[in-house]
């Protein structure tokens, strides 16, 4: 009877039990009369009945099942018209909400999105799936499929947040994706069975993604764009906001940039930087990537411009290197014999040049 995040509805029926709001609602008292108009359309022992008929369940705060993240919306404020702890939640799928909600991540992104925001979505998803994390997103087209398609590939949990019924399929499209995920994984949606999704319905579902993960992964989005909506409630809800970077000429890219930027979203290029940032602080700490060691790394400054003074090819005498490099003779001398010993250099007959080693190793053997 209620659209999800309602706040009008939620101010008017602050403290009241469901009993209590059902027996208001039915009363048609004139400051519940915007409410009371569905009246005749609502069954909700239908309802229960036909998401029952879906292997389906209802799900409300102080079941076990009950994910109690969501209770943070109650001081998150409002973003669209939009907020709110749900009433309830509709669930199809054999597994256990709050368990899976446990640890999981969102990832959202753009329904026209490239192939590279497709793969960027996909092997991430994997990746976390790999690290028993779920993936939670949104069903759409794009960015949200490949997320789930990638966790299933994983052989990881995934929950697909709707903004319609549980058991309706939209878009059609992924009418097969949204079967196994209801197999594998689970389906949620804070309307009952039969729902169509608006855009205001889209709005709310929103708050759920981001208010029942540990942090919203962005791919790709515009700067006007749904996902970007997603972030902002994981910003009010306290929640990560990270961000995968894109070519810089690509539209789909600017809103993740526009997060990075002046958002203060993370900046996500591997598993293990999403890692860090949903853990508790000090734990899953990342690495800066560093190159591979090489041959003359850790070598005197003396020594090293030693070095740079040996001709690669045709063989020079120490004096004439020791000019080049800018040293006397026999500190030249001294690190010559130190680059030999270390295979760097070699001596002939006319002189000192490179090794055929080190020659191989700067790609001029």
């Known amino acids: 009877m209620v659209e999800p995040g309602d706040p ?3 101010e008017a029926f602050d403290g009241l039990s469901a009993r209590e709001v059902w027996d208001l609602l039915r009363t048609g008292a004139p400051r519940v009369e915007r409410w009371a108009n569905r009246l005749a359309n609502t069954d909700p022992e239908r309802d229960l009945a036909r998401v029952r008929a879906v292997g389906g369940r209802f799900v409300i705060p102080g079941d076990d099942e009950w994910p109690e993240q969501v209770e943070v919306l109650a001081d998150a404020g409002q973003q669209s018209r ?10 199809r799928g054999p597994g256990n909400l709050r368990e899976a909600l446990a640890k999981s991540v969102a990832i959202v992104g753009s329904r026209a999105c490239s192939s590279y925001g ?4 996909a092997e991430l998803a994997a990746g976390l799936a790999d690290n028993e994390v779920t993936v939670v997103s949104g069903g759409a087209y794009g960015i949200d499929a490949a997320a789930h398609r990638g966790a299933l590939a994983g052989s990881g949990m995934t929950i697909a947040v709707l903004a319609c019924g549980v058991d309706v399929c939209y878009p059609k499209r992924n009418t097969a994706l949204f079967d196994r995920i209801a197999t594998e994984g689970l389906i949620v949606s804070e309307l009952p069975p039969g729902c169509s999704p608006t855009k205001l319905r889209f709005l709310a579902r ?5 208010a029942s993960t540990l942090g919203t992964l962005v791919v790709e989005a515009a700067v006007r764009s749904g996902a970007l909506n997603s972030a902002g409630w994981a910003e009010q ?4 906001v990270l961000a995968v970077p894109g070519p810089i000429t690509s539209r789909m890219s600017e809103g993740a940039h526009l997060l990075v930027r002046e958002r203060n979203a993370v900046l996500v290029t591997s598993i293990a930087d999403i890692l860090e940032a949903i853990s508790p602080l000090g734990a ?3 690495s800066y990537p560093h190159a591979p060691a090489g041959p003359t790394d850790g070598l005197d400054l003396e020594v090293q411009r030693t070095l740079d003074a040996v001709p690669v090819l045709r063989p020079a005498p120490a004096q004439r290197i020791a000019v080049t490099a800018g040293l006397d003779t026999d500190t030249v001398q001294e690190c010559l014999e130190t680059l030999a010993d270390a295979d760097l250099v070699e001596y002939l007959d006319s002189g000192w040049r490179l090794s055929p080693n080190h020659r191989r190793s700067l790609g001029t053997a």
Do not use: D, F, K, Q
Request: charged share 15%; aromatic share 6%; with cysteine.
């Open 82 to 91: 939009r907020g709110g702890v749900p009433y309830g939640l509709w669930v």
């Open 206 to 210: 929103n708050r759920l993604i981001a």
């Open 284 to 286: 899953a700490l990342t």
């Open 8 to 10: 009008a509805a939620l």
């Open 118 to 121: 497709e793969h960027a979505a």
């Open 237 to 240: 809800c306290g929640r990560a």
